[in-house]
C-alpha cells in the first residue's frame, strides 16, 4: 500500500466535503481543482466519518479493497451523510459544524487463535481494527473505536453486538476475525498542521 501525501490527504477531505455540498445542491465541484494521483486509483478499502460537535454523526466504508480509492471516498462521503440508518441526512446548515475523517485500510487478514485468550493476546488495541463475521452475522470497528472502548473484551463484546450475535460471540473459535490497520487523517488534523 502506498503512503498518501499530506497534499492527497488534504485533496480527499476538501473531496469528500465537496461531494456531500454538491448533493446537498451547493454545486462546489467547480470550486475544487482536479488532482491527480496514482495512490487515487489504487483499490483500497477506506470509511468516510462524520462528526459534529465532536460526536459521531455518519460512518460509512468499504472494507475490502475492491475500489479505486477516489471512487470509494465519493460513494463513502454520501452514503455517510445521507444513508447510514443510525441518523438523519445532514442537513446544509449542519456542514460548518461537521468534520471529516477518512480511514484508508490495509488488506483485512485472518487470525487465528486456539481459544479466547490467545485471541486477546493477539490483537493490538487502537492498531488493529476488527472485522467479526459467523455465517451471514459480520460487523466491523475501525481502530478509533478503541478509544472509547479500551479494554478488550468490552470492544469485542460491542463489535459481537453490532453484528447482531450475543456479546460473547467472539469466544467461539467458530466466529473469524479479521484484522486491518488504517492511516486516518481528519478536518481537524488538517487544521493543526498535519
Excluded at 455540498?21 to 496514482?38: F, Y
Excluded at 451523510?81 to 445532514?90: I, L, W
Excluded at 485500510?105 to 486477546?120: E, G, H, I, Q, S
Aim: net charge positive.
Amino acid at each position: 500500500m502506498s503512503p498518501i501525501s499530506l497534499e492527497d490527504k488534504r485533496y480527499l477531505l476538501q473531496l469528500a466535503r465537496t461531494v456531500i455540498l454538491d448533493h446537498l445542491g451547493e454545486k462546489t465541484s467547480a470550486l475544487l481543482p482536479p488532482r491527480s494521483s496514482p495512490e487515487f486509483l489504487e483499490k483500497r478499502g477506506c470509511f468516510v466519518t462524520l462528526h459534529a460537535n465532536g460526536r459521531l454523526r455518519g460512518c460509512i466504508g468499504i472494507i475490502e479493497p475492491v475500489t479505486p480509492l477516489i471512487a470509494g471516498i465519493k460513494e463513502n462521503a454520501i452514503h455517510a451523510g445521507f444513508q447510514d440508518p443510525r441518523f438523519s441526512p445532514v442537513t446544509l446548515r449542519e456542514m460548518e459544524k461537521i468534520t471529516i475523517e477518512i480511514s484508508i485500510l490495509t488488506k483485512p487478514v485472518p487470525l487465528v487463535f486456539k481459544n479466547a485468550d490467545d485471541l486477546k493476546k493477539l490483537l493490538k488495541p487502537g492498531v488493529h481494527g476488527v472485522i467479526l463475521s459467523r455465517g451471514y452475522c459480520r460487523a466491523t470497528f475501525l481502530p478509533q473505536v478503541w478509544e472509547q472502548l479500551p479494554e478488550t473484551e468490552n470492544f469485542l463484546g460491542h463489535l459481537c453486538q453490532k453484528a447482531g450475535m450475543e456479546k460473547t460471540c467472539w469466544k467461539d473459535t467458530k466466529t473469524a476475525i479479521e484484522v486491518y490497520e488504517v492511516s486516518v487523517f481528519s478536518e481537524k488534523d488538517m487544521n493543526r498542521n498535519l
